[in-house]
Each structure stands twice: as C-alpha cells, then as structure tokens.
C-alpha cells in the first residue's frame, strides 16, 4: 500500500473520531437505549433509512443514523444524510415572512392580495373577500388545501400559474372558521416572499437563513454538490423516484439531522442563533403564539405560524415535582419521506427524526426521541397520559330529531342519518357504528372489514346547531373536548345542467406530468360523475387525488363544492364552456 494512501486514511480515520466525539456527548446508558430503540422501530415498520440528532443548549448531543440511505449500493445513512423534510420547511417560510416584516416590506394583518394583485379568488361567504396574511401561515383564510395539477411533477409550473387556477375556484371555507390546512397558501407566501425580496424562494431561504445559520447540507432546489448526500426513496424495500413538489414554500426543503437542528436551535433562542438575529423576539413570540382564538371550530388547537405547539406534564423522578411545558414542533410528510422536529423552550433542548420509507410515519415523532432522552439523561420524564385543559368550543344547541336527520361528509364518506337510535356508514375499510344513549350522545363502534373489531377509546358523537346549521361532532369526554368534523348538508334538486354530465370522464392532455415516478403521474386519471342523497358523487381513479371518492353540493348551474370540513373540502368543480369538467386544476373529457 502506498504511504499517501495510509496518510489519507490515517485522516479519515482520526476525521471519523472527531465526527463522533463531536456528536456524541451521551452517557453510554442513554447512547444505548435511544440505539436499540431505534433500531428496533425501523425494524418492526420496515423502513430503510433514518437519522436523528438532539440539540441541548447550543450544543448538538446526540446525531446518528440507522439502515441505508442507498439500499442497492450499502450506503449507510448518517447525521449528513439529507432528506426532503416536507411540510418541516412551513417554519422556514414563515420565519421568512416574519423577517420581511421587520424590514418594512409587509404587514401580516393585511391581506395578501395587497402583494399579489393578480390573485382575483372571489368569496362564496358574507366577508371582506380578502385573504390575511397572518390567517394563510395559520391555515384560517379559507383558501383551499390543494391543486394537484403540477403539485407532484418533472416541471412544476410557477407561482403565476397557480395564481391563475386559484382564481377559477371561490374560498373553501369563511376566515377563521375552522383550521384547514392549505399548500396552496404557503405556495401563495412563496410567491409573495420571491416578489418582495426580488429573488427566488430559493435563494432568498438560502442566502437569509441556510447561510446564517450556516445550515450548509440544505436545498430548496436540487444541488449538484449535496446531490450525492440526498437519500434514495422507498416503498418498502423499492426505491422509488420522488417527484419535485410545486409549491416550495409549502414543503420543498431538504436538509440533514444536524443542519435541521441548528434550525431548531435558532427557533429555541427565540430568532437568535449565536451572534446571527434572524429575527426578533417580538417577530419570534408572534410564529410561536395560538392563532386559534378567534376561529370558530378551532379554538382547542394550538398553531402559530409554521408551529403547532402541544402542552405536556414534566416530571422530575428523583423530585417527584411537575411542570406543565410547551412543546413546539411540525412534520412533514411527502410519498416516501417523513420528518419531524419538535422543541422544549424551557429547557432549551430539540430533537429531529427523519425517514426515507413510506412507513416511516410510524417512526418520525421528535417528541418520543424528546422523552427517551429526557427520562435517560436527565431524569425527567413526560407523561404521556397528561390531559391538559382545553379552550371550550362554542358548543352550540341542542337539535330536535328533525333537525338532525339529513345527509353529513366525512373525509369522503357519507353518513346519511335516517334512524336515530344507530347510524352507520362505511370509511375506507372500516364499517362504522353510532349507536345513541340515553343523554343524546352516541358511543362510536367500528370493524375492519365488517368483522374485526377496533377499540375506540375516549370518544364519542353528537349533534348540535350553530348559527342556524347542524354539525356533528365527536368528543373526549375525559378532558371535555370537542371536534366539529361535519356539517348538514344543504341538499337540493339536481338541475338539468348537472343531470346531464352524469357518466364517466377521461383526463384531457394538458396537464403537468411526472414520466419517471411511480407515483404522482396522473395519466391514466379518470372520474365517473353521478348523484346520491341530493349530493354530486364524484368517484376518481388514479394517481392524482388523496381521496378517491367526492361528494359535493350544487351552487348553480355550473359549479359546485365538494362537500365536508376542514382540509379538502369546498373545492370546485366546474362545467366548462366546452361541456368538460374541471376539477383540481385538471380538464376531464367525456367518454362517449
């Protein structure tokens, strides 16, 4: 062997041992438990890859990996490995938004068409038919959830374009009604973001927040240098390519455990990391505070902006004392890769788990890693049993059996209440039961397949009306919570119009595509248009949609509004002037 090739490993070698001193600063008891546990779980949930890492007051404790990020050719995943971090990327975006107000350039109440005068989306509510910036980062504007044409593809089209197709649909939903997630609004924040500053969405993240913080495995958009640091994608063991996502802002970054956590750190400091000020601590106070208050379903969760913050019971074991922390985070989920950061501000520690497997949602939980670490090195321990007060919806009235009776969707499922005493319907897989008490609340029963029964703890349904509309809610009686996850749906006559697009469509060329994926092409699209219960019935086939069948209401004679709450409902569809359907951004043609 040559003596330069000794000399370069001797340098690898002792690089190697400084790379692990420098994240490794565990006691060996608490090094093996979080080890075996890990291992354990990307075992049991067949997962290829996924790195962690735990930050503690500055310094980064903890970063490993476990499994490959490249499974054909044995390359094991490390602290560097870098991942898409999904829908993680939402705190960068309204860190973003937050220093551009510090700047002078924006003002979060106002509403965001003041920066984007060519989005024209109208609404179908008595409001101002303007959509506030502060609402879109805390998913209440009312804005739909998504457009899946060119959301996953080779191409993405621009910020412009889906400004155009935005305009082709009304708001979902009023402002402040209930939480609703939307990509679609941070794709719009995106775009307000590359306006004001005068670059990229990409570059303005790495030039004002990778570069500080000196998160230097981070990308937005492809970098030929990290490229080979970029784990593969699997389902199961089938390594899958990933397409591009459209609407960055909403979950385009890719980053590594380490860099992740130097993020975290920032957010711990309150916008300061070191001697970088990324933003001030008023400007960090407001991403971290409940913008809930005011919504009308919502006021028992606790988002900010790009954070959802949970609280939880701390118990010291050796003091037998308690405190009550918050503990921010967010996740991200794309089709293969899963991530999620979660933080403790009070005791200044952050932890990130991130995945390469389309099973490795059973695994990305930072606050688990949080609580191993804690209960290990500390000696502290959080409960998971605590139940913290909650803030009481407005509850609404009771409804007379009249009232109640009519046709309800839930997450593409329709419960259609004729008898009283037991409801049922089908979701997904499961056969579903409400079967009535005496106290006019329902105990919920479900089977897989009709046959295996599923435990439902804590949980029961009710009905109640609100500002003269009749919702269904589900509660936990155990901490009085309580969830509206539908609403009565106002049925009508079928027009003529809409009677006489009832058959079934093929998609119509034109749309974005994804040639390489396994996933996310939607070519082979199609849907079948009929009517059930006064409702459009909307049945889809393909890759395209999260959900495969829509039920939807008629506002005229050329629109209607799929039909539910919260994420994925009150979108439109539309019979365009050449007799098609347009839904979700697509075209559909008649089969004849």
């Known amino acids: 062997m040559k003596t330069e090739n000794l000399l370069i490993i001797g340098i690898l070698l002792v690089i190697g041992k400084y790379n692990s001193q420098t994240n490794n600063l565990l006691n060996p008891n608490t090094k093996t438990c979080i080890d075996s546990t890990y291992k354990a779980r990307i075992k049991k949930n067949k997962i290829v890859g996924a790195s962690i890492a735990i930050i503690d007051n500055g310094k980064i404790v903890y970063a490993t990996g476990y499994g490959f990020s490249d499974l054909k050719n044995k390359v094991e995943a ?57 609402e879109v980062m805390a998913h209440i504007s009312g804005l739909p959830s998504d457009i899946y044409n060119g959301f996953f593809c080779d191409a993405p089209p621009n910020g412009k374009w889906l400004i155009q197709q935005l305009n082709n649909y009304t708001t979902a939903a009023p402002r402040q009604y209930k939480h609703a997630y939307s990509n679609v609004g941070y794709g719009l924040l995106g775009e307000v973001i590359s306006r004001l500053s005068g670059q990229s969405y990409s570059n303005y993240v790495k030039e004002k927040i990778f570069a500080p913080l000196e998160m230097t495995s981070s990308f937005i958009e492809m970098d030929n240098n ?108 794309t089709y293969a890769y899963h ?110 397949f009709g046959f295996i029964p599923i435990k439902i703890k804590d949980q029961a349904a009710t009905f109640a009306k609100l500002n003269d509309r009749v919702y269904l809610k589900f509660v936990q009686p155990s901490i009085k919570q309580t969830d509206f996850m539908a609403a009565k749906e106002l049925t009508k006559e079928i027009p003529d119009t809409w009677k006489k ?56 004679n050329q629109d209607a509004v799929t039909a539910g709450m919260g994420r994925a409902t009150g979108d439109i569809i539309k019979i365009l002037p050449n007799g098609n359907l347009y839904f979700q951004g697509f075209e559909f043609e008649k089969v004849k």
């Open 339 to 448: 991530s999620d950061f979660a933080y403790i501000p009070a005791l200044g520690i952050g932890a990130v788990v991130l995945t390469n497997t389309d099973s490795g949602t059973e695994i990305a939980d930072a606050t688990s890693l949080l609580s191993l670490y804690l209960k290990k090195e500390k000696g502290k321990k959080i409960n998971s049993k605590y139940k913290p007060k909650r803030i009481t919806n407005n509850e609404g009235v009771a409804c007379s059996d009249d009232e109640i009776k009519g046709s309800y969707v839930i997450n593409g499922s329709l419960i259609e209440v004729k008898n009283l005493d037991k409801i049922k319907f089908k979701q997904g897989p499961a056969k579903v039961c409400f079967i009535k008490n005496d106290s006019n609340t329902y105990t919920v029963k479900a089977k897989l």
């Open 226 to 333: 990290l490229k080979p640091r970029f784990s593969k994608a699997y389902f199961g063991k089938k390594e899958v390519y990933e397409p591009l996502i459209r609407d960055q802002a909403a979950g385009l970054i890719h980053s590594s455990a380490i860099d992740v956590c130097k993020f975290l750190n920032c957010l711990i400091n309150e916008g300061r990391s070191n001697d970088k000020q990324l933003i001030s601590s008023t400007s960090y106070q407001e991403m971290s505070k409940n913008q809930l208050s005011k919504s009308l379903f919502s006021k028992n969760k606790n988002w900010g902006f790009g954070l959802y913050t949970s609280k939880a019971q701390l118990i010291d074991l050796e003091k037998k004392d308690t405190t009550v922390i918050s503990i921010p985070q967010h996740g991200g989920d």
């Open 501 to 556: 697009q009832f058959g079934n469509y093929k998609i119509k060329q034109g749309f974005y595509t994804c040639n390489e994926c396994v996933l996310g092409d939607p070519k082979n699209m199609s849907i079948k248009l009929n009517t059930k219960n006064g409702l459009l019935q909307l049945k889809s086939k393909g890759t395209g949609f999260g959900n495969d069948n829509f039920y939807a209401s008629i506002l005229n």
């Open 78 to 134: 490390n602290e560097n490995t870098i991942y898409r971090i999904g829908s993680c990327t939402k705190a960068f975006t309204c860190l973003s938004i937050m220093q551009l107000q510090e700047k002078g350039l924006l003002n979060i109440i106002q509403s965001i068409k003041n920066y984007l005068p060519d989005l024209t989306i109208k609404s179908r509510f008595n409001d101002t038919n303007e959509i506030y910036i502060n």
